[in-house]
């Protein structure tokens, strides 16, 4: 199974920017494709984006739209998540996840990172 690892959360003032990183190892990456959710304390766990693997399809939560982007860097087995325009409300651990099928569930995970958002 393969291992993913978040990375480049930390705290920034509210209308700034982040970019988080989110690499695979321990085998090729051959899931269809990965996501970022993220979980506010006190709160349910929420899809953010998702970007299909081989094509770059791409899906986004409405509270995020126009102000996240999703990609990916193939040969480096690396998935990103630009953040900006960050609000207070998207404090919360952001996780990467990836799905092996389009039918398939998510079923590896990294450990989070988080983002705190200052007011």
């Known amino acids: 199974q393969v291992q993913l690892v978040e990375s480049g959360g930390g705290l920034v003032q509210a209308g700034g920017s982040l970019r988080l990183a989110c690499a695979a190892s321990?085998?090729?990456?051959?899931?269809?494709?990965m996501a970022w959710f993220r979980q506010a304390p006190g709160k349910e766990r929420e899809f953010v984006a998702q970007?299909?693997?081989?094509?770059?399809?791409?899906d986004y939560a409405d509270s995020v739209k126009g102000r996240f982007t999703i990609s990916r860097d193939k040969a480096k087995n690396t998935g990103y998540l630009q953040m900006n325009s960050l609000k207070p409300d998207d404090t919360a651990k952001y996780y990467c996840?990836?799905?092996?099928?389009?039918?398939?569930?998510?079923?590896?995970w990294g450990q989070g990172t988080q983002v705190t958002v200052s007011s």
């Open positions: 321990g085998r090729a990456f051959d899931y269809w494709a």
């Open positions: 996840t990836a799905r092996k099928y389009a039918t398939s569930n998510y079923s590896s």
């Open positions: 970007i299909t693997w081989d094509v770059g399809f791409l």
